[in-house]
């Protein structure tokens, strides 16, 4: 397994925990934390043994955003890491999952602060657990800057407008309450308990079939521009020839027999 001193990867079962791991800072981002994160995820797309991912941050915060002087490197020894920026400068927005959607579900679980930076990570995360205390916002425009990790695309698409817009234009915290109850997160649970919440779900989805869990994940973003009709079309071609795996003829064998499945990738 991978991950640098601002990333942990763990494996807890089939499930990969990234963690990132600056509490000094509310992890805030850093270039070797923005590596460790990208590494993470190709390692849970090339791996077929992993079925989900859950990602969090140590010392009860998620990520206080993005941290500009360690991102230039001052301070830092990582001439390595910056020598992997600079052959790829999109790795930071991979790492941020603006432009790069792993292919396993990857679930948040969220403490503490998870603003600017950290709430545009979480936009591009599937499933999102939160503990009563963590704090959410997009605080760009409070420092007159623009929140150019994807969140004026993202976020309207994932909230109703009216919020997506209030999130963004007044640049004010939000509570883990209110943040659910606009739709930013899934569900709140008691303070210092989301990652184990998060864990849960992560087993709940590894129980499932791996190649139908990647084939629905696939379709909800593939079809979710496209016209009804469009992404209707779109559905069959992605989920007809999951009916042709073993995995599927598994599926309906252990119903009949009364038994967990035991999926194959077949």
């Known amino acids: 397994m991978g991950g640098t001193e601002h990333l942990t990867v763990e494996r807890h079962g089939a499930t990969l925990v990234l ?3 600056r509490p000094e800072a509310k992890n805030a981002l850093s270039l070797p934390l923005l590596v460790g994160l990208y590494d993470g995820w190709l390692e849970a797309d090339a791996d077929d043994t992993i079925r989900s991912v859950v ?3 140590a010392g ?3 990520c206080a ?3 500009l ?3 230039a490197g001052k301070g830092m020894a990582g001439d390595g890491y910056r020598d992997r920026l600079k052959a790829d400068p999109d790795l930071h927005w991979k790492a941020m999952l603006r432009h790069h959607r792993p292919r396993k579900p990857v679930i948040a679980a969220v403490e503490g602060y998870c603003v600017a930076g950290g709430t545009e990570i979480l936009q591009g995360t599937d499933i999102r657990v939160a503990g009563e205390g963590a704090t959410f916002g997009l605080f760009e425009v409070r420092r007159g800057l623009f929140p150019i990790g994807g969140s004026t695309v993202r976020l309207p ?3 109703p407008r009216t919020h997506a817009l209030e999130m963004l234009l007044t640049g004010r915290p ?3 309450e209110e943040a659910a109850r606009i739709g930013l997160v899934g569900q709140v649970v008691p303070a210092g308990t989301a990652l184990a919440r998060a864990l849960e779900i992560a087993e709940r989805v590894n129980a499932c079939g791996p190649l139908a869990v990647e084939a629905v994940k696939a379709s909800v973003y593939e079809t979710a521009e496209l016209t009804e009709t469009e992404g209707l079309a ?3 071609l992605r989920g007809w020839p999951v009916f042709d795996t073993a995995d599927a003829k598994e599926g309906a064998r252990a119903f009949a027999e009364k038994r967990p499945a035991v999926y194959r990738r077949e």
Do not use: P
Request: proline residues 0%.
């Open 19 to 21: 963690t990132m791991n």
């Open 55 to 57: 990602l969090t941050g």
């Open 60 to 62: 009860g915060d998620f």
């Open 65 to 67: 955003g993005m941290d």
């Open 69 to 71: 002087k360690a991102l």
């Open 157 to 159: 698409r994932q909230i």
């Open 174 to 176: 939000y509570s883990a």
């Open 234 to 236: 779109s559905e069959l």
